[in-house]
């Protein structure tokens, strides 16, 4: 049977891994339909369970290769389109460092802050204080790679969007939906992230999905 190529991801509305998955995909030219499904959060969606070795989106399938884990799709996408990270040692080794930081970290805003592309510019009622410490960090974690390595464009490493924007993207919109203040170069950042032509086209997508596949547990964030 011939293999078949995929990336599963889940409602755009609100899978930050799954649009970071697609970003890399997309940068990286990889000819492969997106299979989206609607999630029920919290592990709770059973069909991923039938397609994905680790229950969870995205989800790729490339001729032959199967790859799961958002940084691992990212990992494999730099490997048919190397600009995915940048061409200066020291510089790849500062992006890698950042991918690998948002992978694992930044809990706080993660469960603080979901991401839903349908809110716009609310605040939190109580931003907590382990979020803003996070948001802090990230703040100046951006504006230090932007003044180190960024004068050639407007993303962290200048001209290429690489995959250490592509890991941060979802926090760039957590950030806009919640309307959270940011430095004015960190501020610079996010909007040129925004209108990033990948990201407009997740934002469009994610506009004509189904009103039934919100999610309350989301959309009732105070
Ligand atoms: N560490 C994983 C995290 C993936 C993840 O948490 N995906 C969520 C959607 S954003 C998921 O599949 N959730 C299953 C569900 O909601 O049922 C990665 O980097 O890809």
């Given at each position: 049977m011939p293999a078949l190529d995929r990336l599963v991801i889940g409602t755009r509305r609100y899978s930050s891994w799954s649009l970071r998955g697609w970003l890399a995909v997309r940068c990286a030219g990889l000819d492969v339909p997106d299979e989206v499904i609607a999630l029920r959060g919290a592990g709770q969606t059973s069909e991923i369970h039938a397609i994905s070795p680790n229950a969870m989106v995205p989800y790729l399938e490339h001729q032959g290769a199967k790859v799961w884990e958002s940084l691992a799709i990212c990992e494999y996408c730099a490997e048919i389109a190397p600009s995915l990270w940048p061409s200066d040692r020291l510089a790849r080794a500062a992006a890698r460092s950042l991918a690998s930081e948002m992978h694992a970290g930044f809990r706080a805003v993660r469960q603080a802050l979901p991401m839903n592309l349908g809110r716009q510019a609310r605040p939190l009622t109580v931003m907590p204080a382990d979020a803003q410490s996070e948001i802090e960090t990230i703040d100046r974690l951006w504006s230090a790679t932007r003044a180190e390595f960024?004068?050639?464009?407007?993303?962290l490493f200048g001209a290429d969007f690489t995959n250490a924007d592509i890991m941060f993207a979802p926090v760039v919109s957590r950030f806009t939906s919640y309307g959270v203040a940011l430095s004015s170069v960190a501020d610079a950042y996010r909007t040129a992230v925004l209108d990033h032509p990948l990201m407009r086209e997740w934002q469009r997508l994610a506009a004509l999905e189904?009103?039934?596949?919100?999610l309350e547990r989301y959309e009732s964030v105070t």
């Open positions: 960024g004068a050639s464009g407007s993303y189904p009103v039934e596949w919100q």
